[in-house]
């Protein structure tokens, strides 16, 4: 069992020193094995991750309960914010920032998951960073004939189209209508319009 020091190294009996630090752990394993290989005539190791040190990482912004965390290391955004409560009420599922020394090193939308189900991505968090949730753009009711009726987080120039998907699409015996209804409300009056489904992809949410 070795620990890895603070340079980012592990220091192998008769192989040496061998520097780790900023790789992903799939890589370090191919690190680790071509230089046992070329050392030790015979030998193929088996590498396992035995231990994570803990991280402090700020999380900031829209989130239910902001402040300084002391997560493990393997932590990655949607876990984090798991710790801090969640999002805040008005807080964005759609633009949540991975800071690190001032840098934006990433924009997360978790519609990516929650609506379309696709896998969170591996990002490596690391001491002292920053998840920062900023606060929504503005909501939109979606209901009537589809799948997920609801109250959705729109991002500026979305389009109804859009909106339709989130909402899982039309649902059975909707297939085929000519138009949808579009309720837009400003300071001065109420507005009720029919928007044909060819101009859904044209038509941006307010």
């Known amino acids: ?3 890895i020091s603070r340079d980012g190294s592990i220091n192998i009996d008769q192989v040496g020193k061998i520097f780790l630090k900023g ?3 799939q890589d370090a394993i191919e690190v680790i094995e071509n230089k046992i290989g070329n050392t ?3 030998i193929t190791p088996y590498i396992s991750l035995s231990g994570y040190r803990d991280i402090q990482v ?3 912004g829209d989130v239910a309960s902001p402040g300084l965390y002391t997560l493990p290391g393997n ?3 949607l876990h984090a914010l798991n710790v801090a409560g969640g999002i805040g009420k ?3 599922y759609r633009k949540i920032e991975h800071k690190r020394a001032g840098q934006t090193l990433a924009v997360f939308d978790l519609y990516d998951i929650m609506v379309f189900g696709n896998t969170f991505p591996s990002h490596h968090i690391q001491a002292g960073d920053v998840i920062f949730v900023q606060p929504k753009s503005f909501d939109v009711i979606i209901s009537g004939g589809i799948n997920r009726q609801g109250i ?3 991002l500026p120039n979305e389009t109804a189209l859009k909106g339709i998907q989130f909402a899982g699409g039309f649902s059975d015996g909707f297939y085929g209508l000519s138009h949808i209804n579009l309720h837009r409300v400003t300071p001065s009056k109420s507005i009720q319009e029919k928007i044909s489904i060819s ?3 044209a038509t941006k949410l307010q």
Do not use: A
């Open 23 to 25: 790789l992903m752990f």
């Open 1 to 3: 069992r070795y620990l």
């Open 199 to 201: 101009e859904l992809g």
């Open 58 to 60: 700020l999380l900031l």
């Open 40 to 42: 030790i005539i015979g």
């Open 75 to 77: 932590t990655n955004v």
């Open 90 to 92: 008005t807080g964005s």
């Open 152 to 154: 959705y987080e729109i």
